[in-house]
């Protein structure tokens, strides 16, 4: 079964920086779009950004310029720098594929508050 491990939350009061880190098969990494989610409390899980195999990312607006979603396929991992974080922030970040997703991880979870 395929494990996706996302790694890298933490706290942050508004302004902060974090980035988050998912390991990926590289069979997978390297040929499917993959996206980053959010799960914010009490809503449901939504994309935040997306990546694909030829390093394209897209971005919601909410987050455009402030999130950069990269991947390294010699490490087998995607990442999601989050600079001027802000409360809406907040939430369980996921990563997947942006079709035909698989098992879901166990998420790391970003709190961003004053």
């Known amino acids: 079964q395929v494990q996706l491990v996302e790694s890298g939350g933490g706290f942050m009061h508004p302004g902060g920086s974090l980035r988050l880190s998912c390991v990926v098969p590289?069979?997978?990494?390297?040929?499917?779009?993959m996206g980053w989610y959010r799960q914010a409390p009490g809503k449901q899980r939504e994309v935040v950004a997306t990546?694909?195999?030829?390093?394209?990312?897209t971005y919601i607006s909410a987050v455009k310029g402030r999130f950069t979603a990269s991947k390294d396929d010699a490490k087998n991992t995607m990442y999601l720098q989050m600079n001027n974080l802000k409360p809406e922030d907040t939430g369980i970040y996921y990563c997947?594929?942006?079709?035909?997703?698989?098992?879901w991880g166990q998420g790391t979870q970003v709190a961003v508050s004053s």
């Open positions: 590289i069979n997978i990494l390297n040929v499917d779009t």
């Open positions: 990546i694909r195999e030829d390093g394209f990312a």
């Open positions: 997947n594929r942006l079709y035909r997703q698989l098992s």
